[in-house]
Each structure stands twice: as C-alpha cells, then as structure tokens.
C-alpha cells in the first residue's frame, strides 16, 4: 500500500545552493530576493532579478519548481519594495509566491490574480478558523504550518480545511510563536519579521578572556565556551543564561528539527508538501539534507520503511529531535 504524494520544498540561499537541491532531488525549492523583503536577508544570500530568471530556468528545464519568500511585514508607509518584489516574482514566472501579510496578500491577489500564493509561516495560522480567512479572501492555495502542531494535531486540521498543507521536517527551530520574534527584535532593533535577520552578524562579536570566550548579540552575552568547547553563534533563543542559581540553555538548546522516521504518518495525516529549512546553510549542507530526504521521500511513496538519514553532523549541535510534532509532555 503506497502512501499519498508528498512534495519535497528545499531551501536555496544562493545560486549554487539552488543547484545542488534541485540535482539532489528536490520537488521545489524557495527563495528570496536580495532585501527585506525575505526573512532570511544576511549579506551573501538571496538573489538578484537575473539570478531569480537564471534559477527558474535550470530548475524548470529539470522538473522543479521555484518559490519565491516574500514573507516579511512591510514598513509602515513603504510598501514600494514589497510590491516590487511580488510583480517581479509575476514577471519572472515563478510558481508561487510566499506571503504572510495581509496587505500584501490582497496586492498579490488584486495585481496579479493568476499568481499561485502560499501562506508563510510568519502569519502563524494554525486552526482552521484563521486558515479559512485566508483561504476564502486571497485564495490562498497553501499554508505552511507553524511548528507548534502534533502529527494529530495537523491530521485532524486537514480534515477541516480545503487547502494544501507544508510541514517542516528538517532544520532550525524558533522558540517564539511563528512570525512573532521578539527576543532578537529587543536586543538589536533589527527585526527578524520586518527587516528580515534574526540574530544579524552586524551586532555579533566575541571577547577572549582568557580561560573562555564570550559571545554578545549587541550588549548583551549570549553564551561563554571554555577553551576546548566549540563556539557557536550567538542566537539569542539558543543563548546559556542562569537562572535560579544554574546555568543552562534556558529558551531553546542547541538542536535541529529531524522527522526522517515520521514520513509516511505525516502523509497519512494528509501534508501535501515536507520543507527542509537551511537558505543560510552551505551546499554541502543542502545538498546531503536533499538527497536523504529524496530517498526517504521515495521509500515513503514505494510503501517502504524509510532509511536512516545519519544527518547528525549538518544538525545543530549534532542533535536531533522531532519537536512537539510527536510531544509526549503536557
């Protein structure tokens, strides 16, 4: 007995990344542009308009598809890059487009009414109340879900709901309720859901005191290593803080979302669509991470149990956890 469809969304951060996933297997792969427009804007990553038209190009000669995030709030009074940033996407053809205003929804909706619009996981709609507003006022043809949802959870909202559904199986967590990131906001004044970077490297710096080094976000520590430790980067939410006399990751360890093992009962709970988060990771990541979950994607399909992914080293800290997806805790 073979399971229902699943999609495999992958991220691409660059040019070379958009490459690597779609040789590796990948069904379609997001995007963003080179602004804020995309809550992924680091200096490096994202592409230009020719870059965008080169990458729909390769993909669409291959059978993949392009999404393009365009999933920030836009500034009060300057909406000018964002609605650049949808016709532009329109013009371009992309296949979709991943939006989480609600402004913007309606400009995309109104503008170009032929162009296919995904719900971003920044708008945090998880029950079918809030899912059916987007759905029945910008004809909404996917939403992504918050990572806040059981596989029952989920199983039972695609019951109530007549829209596409995608999860994410694989990569970074945030500890803050989806689209609503504070923590990052507040100790550098750079939001990472209206100017697009959590945690930007402009305010990242690390002191050498000697027996450890220190990492700041801004003014504040974050964490401090002792000489043999590996030093990580100082996300706010993944900071060792003490607390009651005892130091500890207080928000959030050092982890990565992994769901490899979780496959066919995502698809049996009726998820069209698997997204493996990672446009700041490197080509190697993107293209090891693609290739496991191709395989596994294709077990999945075939009926089969799916294999062991061994993705230990690209995870944060080299853990893994499958999150409140299966939470055993009330």
């Known amino acids: 007995m073979t399971c229902p469809s699943l999609e495999l969304v992958c991220p691409a951060g660059t040019p070379a990344a958009l490459r690597s996933a779609v040789d590796a297997g990948a069904d379609c792969v997001y995007l963003g542009f080179r602004d804020e427009t995309n809550a992924r804007n680091f200096p490096g990553l994202n592409f230009n308009n020719r870059e965008l038209a080169e990458g729909l190009d390769y993909a669409h000669q291959r059978g993949a598809k392009v999404l393009v995030a365009i999933n920030t709030y836009p500034e009060a009074g300057n909406p000018g890059p964002w609605y650049r940033a949808v016709d532009t996407a329109a013009a371009l053809e992309a296949d979709a487009v991943i939006l989480a205003d609600i ?31 987007y759905v029945e006022n910008f004809d909404v043809k996917r939403v992504v879900l918050p990572r806040v949802l059981t596989v029952a959870e989920i199983a039972a909202l695609n019951k109530q709901i007549k829209v ?61 290593f002792d000489t043999n430790e590996p030093a990580g980067y100082p996300t706010l939410c993944k900071g060792r803080f003490m607390a009651g006399g005892k130091t500890s990751y207080l928000f959030e360890e050092p982890t990565s979302l992994s769901l490899g093992t979780m496959l066919p009962e995502l698809a049996e709970a009726g998820v069209t669509a698997l997204k493996i988060e990672g446009r700041q990771r490197g080509r190697a990541y993107v293209a090891a991470v693609v290739q496991a979950f191709r395989q596994a994607v294709d077990a999945v399909h075939a009926g089969q149990t799916p294999p062991l992914m061994n993705l230990e080293n690209f995870s944060e800290g080299q853990q893994e956890t499958t999150g409140v997806y299966e939470k055993t805790w009330r």
């Open 164 to 224: 596409e559904t995608e999860v994410f199986v694989f990569g970074g967590l945030c500890v803050m309720a989806e689209g609503r990131c504070a923590l990052s906001s507040y100790a550098t004044g750079i939001s990472p859901n209206k100017n697009g970077a959590c945690s930007p490297a402009s305010h990242v710096h690390y002191e050498d005191e000697g027996d450890r080094l220190v990492s700041k976000l801004g003014d504040f520590t974050i964490n401090a």
């Open 103 to 133: 402004g913007l929804l309606d400009y995309a909706t109104t503008t170009h009414p032929g162009l296919r619009r995904h719900l971003s996981v920044q708008a945090s709609a998880s029950n079918p109340e809030a899912i059916r507003f």
